[in-house]
T-cell receptor
Framework: SQTIHQWPATLVQPVGSPLSLECTVE??????LYWYRQAAGRGLQLLFY??????ISSEVPQNLSASRPQDRQFILSSKKLLLSDSGFYLC????????????FGDGTRLSIL | AQKVTQAQTEISVVEKEDVTLDCVYE???????LFWYKQPPSGELVFLIR??????QNEISGRYSWNFQKSTSSFNFTITASQVVDSAVYFC???????????????FGTGTLLAVQP
C-alpha cells in the first residue's frame, strides 16, 4: 500500500535561516506531488505541484522553492526564512487520472522566531 | 472561476445529534470532481469521499452520508449520531482539471470546525 512520509513534524527556526522540508512517497510511481501551507484560520494554500522529476510549478510568488530530485521525493526549501513563513506545511500525492484523490502527509508545523 | 464555499465556520453539537456540513461550489467545467476531507486536531488531512459530476447518487458510509445536487451546486455532508471523535475541521474541495487532468489541483473551501460535545 502507498504511504507518504513527511519530516520533521515540528521545526522552530530563526528569521533568516535556511529551510528544508522533505516528503517521500512509497508504494507508487510517477505520482503528482504537492506542497500546501495552512496558516492560522485554516485555509489551505497550494504552493507548488509537480507532475514529474524536475518539473515544478509555482502557484504563488513567495520566499520558498521546491525541487523533485527523484520520482517520489519532494523538497520544500528556503534560503532565508521570513516571519510570514510560519505555518503548517502539508505534502500530498496522487496517482494519475482525473478522479484520483490527493493523500496527505502528517504535516510539518514551522515556527519562525 | 472555480470556488468552494463552506459558509459554516464553526458548528457545535452534542453527542448523538445529527449534523450537516454545507458545501457550495462554482465551476465552468462540465466534468469535475468533488471531495471531502477531515482534519482532526493532529493535523493530517484524511480523505473521506470523492464524487464525479456525472454521478448524482447519494452515498452512505456508516454514519456518514453525502448529498450531491448539481442543480444547486451543492455537496453536503451529514454525520448521523455524532460522536466526540468526529470533532475536526472538515474541508470540501473541487478538482480543477488542467491539461487533461494532469495537475488536478484541488480548490479547497475554508473548512468547517465541528465540535461534538459529550
Amino acid at each position: 500500500s502507498q504511504t507518504i512520509h513527511q519530516w520533521p513534524a515540528t521545526l522552530v527556526q530563526p528569521v533568516g535561516s535556511p529551510l528544508s522540508l522533505e516528503c517521500t512517497v512509497e508504494g507508487t510511481s510517477n505520482p503528482n506531488l504537492y506542497w500546501y501551507r495552512q496558516a492560522a484560520g485554516r485555509g489551505l494554500q497550494l504552493l507548488f505541484y509537480s507532475v514529474g522529476i524536475g518539473q515544478i510549478s509555482s502557484e504563488v510568488p513567495q520566499n520558498l522553492s521546491a525541487s523533485r530530485p527523484q520520482d517520489r521525493q519532494f523538497i520544500l526549501s528556503s534560503k532565508k526564512l521570513l516571519l510570514s513563513d510560519s505555518g503548517f506545511y502539508l505534502c500530498a500525492w496522487r496517482d494519475r487520472g482525473p478522479n484520483q484523490p490527493q493523500h496527505f502527509g502528517d504535516g510539518t508545523r514551522l515556527s519562525i522566531l | 472561476a472555480q470556488k468552494v464555499t463552506q459558509a459554516q465556520t464553526e458548528i457545535s453539537v452534542v453527542e448523538k445529534e445529527d449534523v450537516t456540513l454545507d458545501c457550495v461550489y462554482e465551476t465552468r467545467d462540465t466534468t469535475y470532481y468533488l471531495f471531502w476531507y477531515k482534519q482532526p486536531p493532529s493535523g493530517e488531512l484524511v480523505f473521506l469521499i470523492r464524487r464525479n459530476s456525472f454521478d448524482e447518487q447519494n452515498e452512505i458510509s456508516g454514519r456518514y452520508s453525502w448529498n450531491f445536487q448539481k442543480s444547486t451546486s451543492s455537496f453536503n455532508f451529514t454525520i448521523t449520531a455524532s460522536q466526540v471523535v468526529d470533532s475536526a475541521v472538515y474541508f470540501c474541495a473541487l478538482s480543477e482539471l488542467g491539461y487533461g487532468g494532469a495537475t488536478n489541483k484541488l480548490i479547497f473551501g475554508t473548512g468547517t470546525l465541528l465540535a461534538v460535545q459529550p
